[in-house]
């Protein structure tokens, strides 16, 4: 079965210190790994997918297969990073249905 | 581009009643999702559709749960009997293709009386 774990529910970092968010996930296969963000009163929305390599707002996430986590990290945090933040996997192609982990709540102390 | 769409944003039922949850797609996009978040939950998956198939329910509870995306007009996720265990926010996700990003809407959060 697959699942994503957050062991954090909520975190709380001063502006401008390092943030890091993290996700461990279990499948038995090679899933693709996301994060998801959603800020105050707005929608779910892609901040990045590993495959893609690319750094969005300055958070990186990491692929480490043998500790199977994929955590979410930037290095000042800013105070509109304040949101709830989703990690997130899917199977491999033709199983598209994502499975989410249950999330950290990201306050940032002005 | 108005994103995926869906209403009613709020619903209210009584137990006993049906619950009819509307999703529109991103305009193109033929791939549509729902979610289930339970409170202090993550999204669970419940279906995957295409345009009039329905090509993955595994998440679907096996009674009272229906779900369809017909040719025309928006995908209906329809609970009948409604139970206060059906309390929840609904999302709806749509993508173009497979494997595809999906895109969030804003969600239906259903109240069960």
């Known amino acids: 079965a697959q699942r994503v774990t957050q062991p954090e529910k909520l975190l709380s970092v001063f502006k401008g210190a390092p943030v890091e968010l993290k996700c461990n996930y279990s499948y038995s296969g090679s899933p693709e790994l996301f994060w998801y963000v959603q800020y105050s009163r707005q929608r779910l929305q892609l901040l990045l997918r590993?495959?893609s390599r690319e750094s969005i707002k300055g958070f990186t996430a990491d692929l480490n297969k043998g500790e199977t986590s994929f955590h979410l990290k930037k290095p000042f945090a800013q105070e509109e990073d304040s949101a709830m933040y989703y990690c997130a996997l899917s199977g491999n192609f033709g199983n598209e249905k994502l499975t989410f982990g249950t999330g950290t709540r990201l306050t940032i102390i002005p | 581009n108005a994103g995926v769409m869906q209403n009613p944003r709020h619903l209210v039922r009584r137990r006993g009643q049906e619950a009819r949850l509307r999703c529109s797609p991103v305009k193109g996009h033929s791939h549509v999702y729902w979610y289930r978040q339970l409170p202090e939950e993550g999204l669970k998956f419940m279906v995957y559709?295409?345009?009039?198939?329905?090509?993955?329910e595994s998440g679907m509870p096996k009674e009272r749960f229906s779900a369809e995306f017909p040719k025309e007009g928006p995908s209906i996720l329809r609970i009948q009997q409604v139970v206060r265990g059906d309390s929840a926010a609904y999302f709806c996700?749509?993508?173009?293709?497979?494997?595809?990003?999906?895109?969030f809407g804003p969600g239906t959060r259903l109240t069960v009386l």
């Open positions: 996700a749509s993508s173009s293709v497979l494997a595809d990003t999906q895109y």
């Open positions: 559709l295409q345009k009039e198939n329905i090509i993955d």
């Open positions: 590993h495959i």
